[in-house]
């Protein structure tokens, strides 16, 4: 046996250790914890979005990392693949851009000849991120030299919230109307570039198909093979709808005035 | 009463007692035996690799390929090494909350990975690998980089 004072020292010493070590392992438990909890949420509900929320920004609230990332598409310096570089521009009362693309007339001036009487030999410059394709064909020569349609507004603004307006609910109907108007008329309508509502249920956040032309292309296409009334939004595997939602826009088209729409080729 | 050697040393015992029980509790709750298995959800333990989980279960590879498929060596000693490495260090920033989202893998894990798409797409991997003599430019992450999430 020892003696009481040398053992109350072990004691004393063993105590404080227990209650050290006590102590980390409750704070390394409260964290756990914490972080648990914040996995319960993967988001924080700021705003309640619907069906008429075009604004990416208010989807932002709920979603800032992924709105950060739509954000970047302004970037014209770090691009993946090189593609577009800033060029100064001075503004004017008709187009307010500061910064353009570069010219892909000036790099190779025999565009200009092969495509003359063709609106783009006025105005083709490499494209810019998604923030930009607005702004960029509202702005572009080319609409100085053929008067553009609405019908260009499907690709180029986030649609579905004004095709729905318009159309009296109706996205089809919507669609077919914006077509008619004039691009100035069209542009009117519409406030923001493609945006989180084009391929985004505002309520699940499940992925969705918004243009009515490649609902009906795909219909259609589906058709010849023996398959009636293909919708992609209710039996599109999620992996096809990856890319569904890229190609309702990123698609080969042409314009006919004898139809509304627009025809996928 | 006279407190004895043996009086301090229960009150020993009951400290490390509570602290051990702490400890185990602490574990259990973590879901601490998890890393011992191959079930992807470990990984899913911190919420930082959602976004990788999510990914994974919708991606081709989900059929194949578990998360430690590609992420650890092929060979137990390798495995075991390579989770207790990384076991500790995740741990360690995703607890104190000091990592840059983001994130990246790291160098090394890189290198695993790749070994382990040699490993499983050996007859194609050794066919090109053959022509070039194994290039080091020929690195199938570059082209291939989000094919497991």
Redesign the interface.
């Known amino acids: 046996m020892q003696k009481p004072h040398k053992t109350y020292k072990t004691f004393f010493a063993a105590g404080v250790a227990a209650a050290i070590a006590a102590v980390a392992v409750l704070a390394l438990l409260v964290n756990i914890i914490e972080r648990k909890t914040e996995a319960k949420n993967p988001f924080f509900r700021v705003v309640d979005l619907d069906d008429t929320v075009s604004d990416p920004a208010v989807w932002g609230k709920n979603f800032p990392l992924q709105y950060d990332g739509y954000k970047r598409t302004v970037d014209m310096v770090r691009t993946r693949f090189g593609g577009s570089e800033a060029t100064p521009r001075t503004p004017t009362q008709a187009d307010p851009r500061s910064v353009v693309a570069q010219s892909r007339l000036d790099e190779d001036p025999r565009l200009k000849t092969m495509w003359a009487g063709y609106a783009f030999s006025k105005d083709f410059r490499e494209e810019r991120g998604h923030a930009f394709m607005l702004e960029d064909q509202t702005y572009t020569e080319r609409q100085k030299a053929v008067a553009q349609p609405g019908a260009c507004m499907s690709c180029h603004a986030s649609t579905y919230a004004a095709h729905k307006k318009l159309g009296g609910g109706d996205l089809l109907k919507g669609f077919e109307a914006m077509n008619k108007l004039s691009y100035p008329e069209a542009r009117k309508l519409v406030d923001h570039p493609v945006s989180c509502i084009d391929c985004h249920d505002p309520k699940t956040m499940d992925l969705r198909i918004t243009r009515p032309a490649f609902l009906e292309g795909m219909r259609n296409l589906k058709e010849s093979s023996g398959i009636k009334d293909y919708d992609p939004n209710k039996t599109a595997t999620r992996q096809e709808m990856r890319s569904f939602v890229c190609g309702q826009c990123h698609v080969e088209y042409c314009m006919s005035s004898a139809i509304s729409g627009i025809l996928l080729a | 009463m006279k407190?004895?050697?043996?009086h301090?040393?229960y009150?020993?015992a009951v400290?490390?007692g509570?602290?051990l029980g702490?400890?185990i509790?602490?574990f259990v709750?973590?879901k601490g035996y998890s890393y011992l298995t191959n079930d992807p959800r470990a990984c899913l333990n911190?919420?930082v690799m959602?976004e990788q989980y999510d990914g994974w279960v919708?991606a081709?590879h989900r059929n194949v390929a578990a998360c430690n498929d590609c992420h650890t060596p092929h060979n137990l000693i390798g495995k075991f090494a390579t989770k207790a490495n990384n076991g500790f260090w995740h741990s360690y920033y995703?607890?104190t909350q000091t990592y840059a989202?983001p994130i990246r893998i790291t160098a090394r894990n890189r290198r695993i990975a790749l070994n382990n798409c040699r490993s499983c797409h050996a007859a194609v991997t050794d066919a090109i690998d053959g022509i070039h003599q194994g290039s080091g430019r020929l690195d199938c992450l570059r082209c291939h980089q989000n094919v497991g999430h």
Not at chain 2, 3 to 6: F, P
């Open positions: 407190v004895t050697g043996r301090a040393w009150a020993v400290y490390l509570v602290a702490v400890s509790y602490t709750y973590a911190c919420h959602k919708k081709p995703f607890t989202e």
